[in-house]
């Protein structure tokens, strides 16, 4: 099946700075949405991007599915910012299951 | 924004008693999932339903489990017989499609002891 590999496993900033996570698929896949994972258990939507590059606020994302990875940006963090970011792909024409990533464990400090 | 509710949020039950969780999706959306999240791994997917019926399920979605979509809004998950290892979170999430966004629900902890 296909491999969804994030780096850096884990990521400790101070408030303001910002950072780049990273997102490799190992197979060409028909969506990629990144979502972040509050202290509480809480899976939100920050974006479906199955290519080119979007942007929300201080938050952007790049996909080039050609190259199969995907890149988040997070600039001038904030201690909300803190919890796990985790990438997702559909893969394959016969499904449409998101296979999600191994995530990176973000801590913002203040 | 609209979003996809899920209740109990929290729910703590004994090893071998059937349990419920209860999803309303987002009322336009065709594809309904289950995913689950053991503490501190990764997000598995269970079950994907459209058109009121299963259209895929993983390994880990045995025949204790179930999901029914009982009337136009409600998509509900049942463990027949919880066991310790079904502790987890589990959550329901909803698409238009395949080239859609998944939107997901805030999740059910579930807690067997």
């Known amino acids: 099946g296909i491999q969804v590999e994030q780096s850096p496993p884990d990521l400790i900033l101070q408030e303001g700075a910002n950072s780049t996570l990273r997102c490799n698929f190992s197979d060409s896949v028909n969506n990629l949405q990144w979502f972040h994972q509050n202290p509480w258990g809480q899976l939100i939507n920050l974006f479906y991007i199955p290519s080119g590059t979007k942007q929300n606020g201080r938050l952007s994302a790049t996909t080039v599915a050609t190259e199969r990875y995907s890149l988040l940006y997070i600039s001038s963090s904030q201690t909300t910012d803190s919890g796990v970011y985790f990438c997702?792909?559909?893969?394959?024409?016969?499904?449409?299951?998101?296979?999600f990533g191994t995530g990176t464990l973000l801590a913002v400090q203040p | 924004e609209p979003e996809v509710t899920q209740t109990p949020s929290h729910q703590v039950t004994q090893m071998g008693q059937e349990v419920i969780l209860r999803c309303v999706p987002i009322?336009?959306?065709?594809?309904f999932y289950w995913y689950r999240q053991i503490l501190g791994q990764k997000v598995e997917f269970l079950v994907s339903f459209y058109n009121n019926e299963i259209s895929e399920k993983s390994e880990i979605f045995d025949d204790q489990f179930s999901v029914e979509r009982p009337d136009g809004s409600n998509f509900t998950l049942k463990i027949r017989s919880t066991k310790l290892e079904d502790s987890a979170m589990y959550f329901c999430a909803s698409s238009r499609g395949f080239n859609y966004g998944y939107t997901f629900g805030s999740g059910t902890r579930l807690t067997v002891v």
């Open positions: 009322s336009n959306h065709l594809y």
């Open positions: 997702a792909v559909i893969w394959g024409g016969a499904t449409n299951k998101l296979i």
